[in-house]
């Protein structure tokens, strides 16, 4: 048990699908993080929310929509995605975002778009 | 520019030590972390060391940060079967009114042969 919990574990969508990723934490956190990792590339990040502000966008293309409705949740809208955009999707949380806190990742959804 | 490097794969056998490499670009990063991950699990946090230090030790793991160099390593001494994972090192952007943001390398993947 991490404390981020992260559904579903694994997600096979259609090009045309529409479909959302859901991040939980019960660790009492102010910030949360979107990661993707594909194969054989860095971890990138993608956004981050603090007290439910998102504060970065890493220029990631709007067919991914964040959304924090509290600070206990995190959601990644999925629409009109790529086969590209097939990854390990990676929710993490923090107390802040100073550099010295240190995040906890959820076990990520396993996404595939067919 | 931001760019951490690692190398891909790391094979020991057990009750040998692992020493896994990291270089990153960055002279500004305040924190250089190492994180784990096991197969079908998030990212652990296993130890992370402030850039005015030269060395950290944490039971197995021992830290060494060569700052002139930008070099990072994490050194597992008596590796173990359960040590197997991929093993990421990032670091930390300090900046003005963002910071917290990570900057992952590939990930090293260790192998441990019994």
């Known amino acids: 048990e991490t404390g981020v919990t992260q559904t579903p574990r694994h997600l096979v969508m259609g090009m045309t699908n529409k479909k959302s990723l859901k991040c939980e934490q019960h660790l009492g956190h102010n910030a949360m993080y979107w990661y993707k990792q594909s194969a054989k590339k860095p971890l990138e990040l993608m956004f981050v929310y603090n007290f439910k502000e998102q504060t970065e966008n890493n220029s990631v293309p709007s067919r991914f929509s964040p959304e924090c409705p509290n600070s206990s949740h995190l959601f990644l809208h999925l629409h009109t995605l790529q086969p590209e955009d097939s990854a390990l999707y990676l929710c993490?949380?923090?107390?802040?975002?100073?550099?010295?806190?240190?995040?906890?990742f959820g076990q990520g959804t396993r996404l595939t778009v067919v | 520019g931001e760019d951490v490097e690692q190398s891909l794969f790391l094979s020991v056998r057990e009750g040998d030590s692992s020493v896994i490499n990291c270089t990153y670009t960055?002279?500004?990063?305040?924190?250089l972390y190492w994180y784990k991950q096991e197969p079908g699990a998030g990212l652990q946090l296993l130890t992370y060391i402030f850039s005015n230090m030269d060395m950290k030790q944490d039971q197995r793991l021992t830290v060494l940060l060569n700052k002139k160099d930008k070099h990072l390593s994490l050194r597992i001494a008596d590796t173990q079967t359960g040590d197997s994972a991929i093993y990421f090192c990032a670091e930390t952007l300090a900046f003005s009114g963002n910071t917290g943001k990570l900057i992952f390398g590939q990930g090293t993947t260790l192998q441990v042969k019994p």
């Open positions: 960055d002279s500004s990063s305040t924190y």
């Open positions: 993490a949380s923090s107390q802040d975002t100073r550099d010295n806190t240190e995040a906890f």
